[in-house]
């Protein structure tokens, strides 16, 4: 889902005009946007906007009266309760179905555990006499914590009238903060590196990004190499953060999250790369999962046979780059480090996993169903044994079956390899063609797509004579289906 998706969603619970207070949940990995998009929602609606801060009840309670007697024009407000400060707030943006925004809601939680009852109590039937309208949203980063305020038996089940997982911007939309919509080879470099997470692009940068591919090295030496930037520290801040990582084995979490992002894609493969079993590690790379952390791909072919990836590309090249070259990072002169050896790091762990997953974020929601030949009703990765060698494939589309649930019977309707570095010829066809022969009859008549920077002039000529092929490069990457 794309940023303006989130947009037109919050708006649309803001201006649902429904007679009764209602509550959204809003959440998502840090530093995306959700309070920049929050609060200005609110500043334009009138309405109220307070960020919690690591403390006590009653510091909470404190600085809300302030804030909120600002909001008032009246002085500090002495609240005596959450009861009492819910039952405030709630009553003052009833006044003009104002929204009425709490941030960080985790913290407010770990303070006082039974907030999220007394949220249910001042919303609920008994209070439905009062002055209502009001549109009281919820915000917060933990995201396994805020999805359970409204699972199970939980106080919150069934109120929230709009529940928005916030996720960090497409490539399409990160181009245009990044500014390198007019130099897409940078635009998938920069991509590669902080992905579409707002703040790595502002804040955490001091607004400085790579003005051409000429200064890339220049900025990511001294922007996330270093030891002295923000962003070489990032990674390491988010898990800490994370309640529900912190309470658990931290050099598990990070030993899961190193092993995923250097080719251990399955449980299996992670339980070697380990030396642990797979039911030892199931929970940990459950909650990385619940968190926002790892992605679980789903074989558009075969039950039961997930694949992993980090959820976003700084991820990657965290764990990939930095993570494992740290030492050299602190001992020896960043610039001639990164050129000489860890530029090609970067191109095999990085680029080439962020360049993949764009392919299958394109196929999912921009091509063409004409591009694609049918309903891509299940994208992912997959594999196939040609020749008795398993190998993998990039991109998988395939359509339900009508009269069976099970994957092998769907039709596959596309398959794809993407690669970022290099210049792509027949050779890449004609291995598609042979991996299509071997997935049989439900993919006779599937697509062949080729994801890359470049093309020979061959391939493109022979793509243009045959209807069964389709060269994506990156300016259809971007802006075409």
Excluded at 3 to 16: G, I, K, P
Aim: charged share 25%; with cysteine; proline share 6%.
């Amino acid at each position: 889902m794309a940023y303006t998706d989130h947009l037109a969603d919050a708006t649309r619970f803001l201006d649902s005009g429904i007679p009764r207070h209602s509550l959204a949940l809003v959440y998502g990995r840090r530093r995306i946007g959700k309070s920049t998009l929050l609060s200005r929602l609110a500043r334009e609606r009138r309405g109220f906007y307070w960020e919690a801060t690591r403390a006590d009840t009653a510091v909470h309670l404190a600085r809300l009266g302030t804030a909120l007697g600002e909001q008032l024009g009246t002085g500090p407000l002495q609240l005596a309760s959450w009861e009492d400060a819910l039952t405030r707030l709630l009553r003052w943006g009833a006044e003009g179905n104002r929204p009425v925004v709490l941030d960080e809601f985790g913290y407010l939680l770990d303070a006082e555990p039974a907030l999220d009852s007394i949220v249910a109590t001042v919303l609920g039937p008994a209070r439905r006499s009062e002055p209502a309208g009001t549109r009281l949203v919820l915000c917060g980063s933990a995201m396994a914590l805020m999805r359970h305020l409204t699972g199970g038996h939980a106080p919150l089940r069934g109120r929230a009238g709009l529940e928005l997982l916030m996720h960090p911007m497409d490539d399409r939309e990160a181009a245009v903060l990044h500014r390198t919509t007019d130099d897409l080879p940078l635009a998938a470099r920069l991509y590669a590196v902080i992905g579409g997470v707002a703040g790595y692009a502002t804040d955490m940068v001091d607004d400085d990004l790579p003005s051409s591919a000429r200064d890339f090295a220049r900025w990511v030496t001294t922007r996330v190499l270093s030891p002295a930037a923000t962003l070489h520290h990032e990674a390491s801040t988010l898990l800490a953060e994370d309640p529900t990582l912190a309470a658990a084995s931290q050099p598990l979490h990070h030993s899961l999250l190193a092993v995923i992002a250097n080719g251990a894609v399955t449980a299996g493969t992670m339980a070697n790369a380990l030396r642990r079993q797979v039911a030892a590690l199931d929970p940990a790379l459950k909650r990385l999962v619940a968190a926002g952390f790892v992605v679980r791909h789903e074989d558009p072919l075969r039950g039961r046979r997930p694949l992993y990836a980090l959820a976003d590309p700084f991820l990657q090249f965290h764990y990939a780059v930095l993570e494992p070259h740290g030492m050299l990072l602190r001992e020896r002169p960043l610039r001639d480090t990164w050129e000489q050896r860890l530029a090609p790091v970067f191109d095999a762990r990085v680029r080439g996993p962020v360049f993949e997953e764009q392919a299958r974020a394109w196929v999912r929601r921009h091509a063409a169903i004409a591009t694609i030949g049918g309903p891509a009703e299940f994208v992912g990765p997959s594999s196939v044994k040609v020749d008795g060698v398993e190998h993998q494939l990039d991109v998988v589309a395939a359509a339900a079956a009508p009269h069976s649930t099970e994957p092998m019977h769907r039709t596959v309707v596309a398959i794809g390899e993407a690669k970022c570095g290099e210049l792509v010829g027949e050779t890449r066809l004609r291995h598609l063609e042979r991996a299509r022969a071997a997935l049989g009859a439900n993919a006779a008549g599937a697509r062949l797509l080729l994801f890359a920077p470049r093309f020979t002039p061959a391939l493109r000529a022979l793509a243009e004579r045959r209807g069964d092929v389709e060269l994506v490069d990156l300016p259809r990457l971007y802006t075409g289906d």
